[in-house]
């Protein structure tokens, strides 16, 4: 069990609890701040605690950073930041600061237990490095994480087993190398290389992040993506005698993220994209708009004619199958600079850009109509469908993608009235 006691700074009541409990779960001492304004003083002294994790956008009056700085003065804990995202770290102007170190909101159960213990084992290693060199050993070699020390001159000095495996070098070819040479790493965006951050570490005296496009190159040439931070290693008269670089694979990580990223924008059914992320392109096309006079576009509010029927007649599987197989066709009548998405049921929403004028819109209605008439097979029977479409042209009445969008909608439920399976424009308030 681990007694070492943890100092959560959380204003949101929910979260300071689901990560109280997680650590509770793990074996460690935890006591909670609710009330800053009574109890960041002389309570946190008498907590003492080893490490603090602190939301790093506290809600209302209270500066995240300047609540730390008071911790780290009463009691030297280390600071752990929680963060919805890496655009925090660059809005709170806290990436620079010596021995920083965060976790993410969204993987904040799975990545708890390994994260908490990194600068906890960070503040273990700069009191005792010359004292307990073979505990320090012991220590490293049972991490959860990898971990690569280096002298002074950035020759490699230690590394764990995972460390090993990670980079491909074991440790007896590595002692003595470069730090470079063991951990090669290149950035994903531009595939350019990442000078050697151990070197930066001991010249600047400060803590380091890796960049989130931190890609290793192995010894054998895979391409590993990293994260984490290295940290200069400093003597009992602060000097700096070398690094310590604490590392993990977190390929699942970036698998996750992009994952969530995904599900977060499109449909999950057709793969198209959704609501939000459809919405987020309008805007876009509002803005060129405002800063291009002669750019124009498009939205098309499309809702699909008896599909209804078809549900109840074939059933909801036999229902999605036909949603997908008409997506493809509604793709396949645009072009690749155009947006679709799903609004939900059968219900899309098209954005056509850099258009001339409302023919373009009119001319993709019927070619959809078009497509959309063409027999399709489904459950061992032939079925055909249609749309009603309402269409918006962007001009400068509108102010809002919102208000746009409810014209398109208004249109589409016109075209329902008059008889489906067509369209109508919706133009200077009127319906055409």
């Known amino acids: 069990m681990n007694f070492l006691k943890i100092l959560i700074v959380e204003d949101e009541q929910n979260i300071a609890t689901d990560i109280r409990s997680n650590l509770q779960k793990l074996g460690y001492s935890v006591a909670p701040i609710t009330d800053f304004e009574k109890e960041i003083i002389n309570p946190v002294s008498k907590k003492f605690p080893a490490l603090t994790m602190i939301n790093i956008a506290l809600g209302g009056k209270f500066n995240s950073l300047k609540i730390a700085d008071i911790i780290q003065e009463l009691c030297h804990a280390s600071i ?48 005792k490095w010359e004292q307990e060199t073979q505990w320090l050993e012991t220590v490293i070699e049972s991490m959860n994480c990898a971990v690569l020390v280096t002298d002074v001159n950035s020759s490699v000095r230690m590394m764990n087993p995972l460390a090993e495996k990670i980079t491909g070098w074991n440790f007896k070819s590595a002692f003595g190398e470069d730090f470079s040479t063991i951990f090669n790493l290149i950035d994903e965006e531009t595939g350019e290389d990442i000078d050697n951050i151990a070197t930066q570490v001991i010249s600047t005296g400060k803590a380091l992040t890796l960049p989130n496009s931190s890609i290793l190159i192995t010894k054998n040439g895979e391409k590993i993506p990293v994260g984490d931070s290295i940290s200069p290693i400093r003597d009992r008269n602060n000097q700096i005698i070398g690094s310590v670089l604490i590392f993990q694979d977190i390929t699942q990580r970036k698998k996750m993220e992009a994952q969530l990223t995904r599900n977060a924008f499109y449909d999950s059914l057709t793969d198209l994209p959704n609501r939000i992320l459809f919405l987020d392109r309008l805007r876009q096309a509002f803005q060129r708009s405002k800063r291009r006079s002669n750019y124009r576009f498009a939205v098309l509010f499309l809702d699909l004619d008896g599909f209804k029927e078809i549900n109840d007649h074939f059933g909801h599987t036999v229902g999605d199958d036909f949603l997908v197989a008409i997506s493809r066709r509604l793709e396949f009548c645009l072009r690749s600079s155009d947006t679709i998405a799903r609004f939900g049921g059968d219900e899309f929403a098209i954005l056509l850009e850099e258009i001339k004028d409302v023919s373009i819109a009119t001319n993709v209605a019927q070619r959809i109509q078009q497509a959309l008439s063409l027999p399709l097979d489904l459950n061992t029977h032939q079925t055909v469908t249609s749309a009603s479409i309402g269409i918006v042209v962007n001009t400068s009445e509108y102010e809002e993608p919102e208000k746009l969008l409810r014209d398109a909608d208004i249109a589409m439920y016109c075209s329902k009235q008059k008889g489906k399976a067509t369209y109508t424009v919706f133009k200077n308030q009127h319906l055409t």
């Open 80 to 127: 752990l930041y929680v963060i919805d995202n890496l655009e925090e770290i660059k809005i709170h102007h806290c990436h620079n600061r010596e021995g920083f170190n965060y976790l993410f909101k969204s993987v904040l159960e799975k990545n708890l237990d390994t994260t908490v213990q990194m600068p906890l084992y960070k503040q273990t290693v700069k009191k």
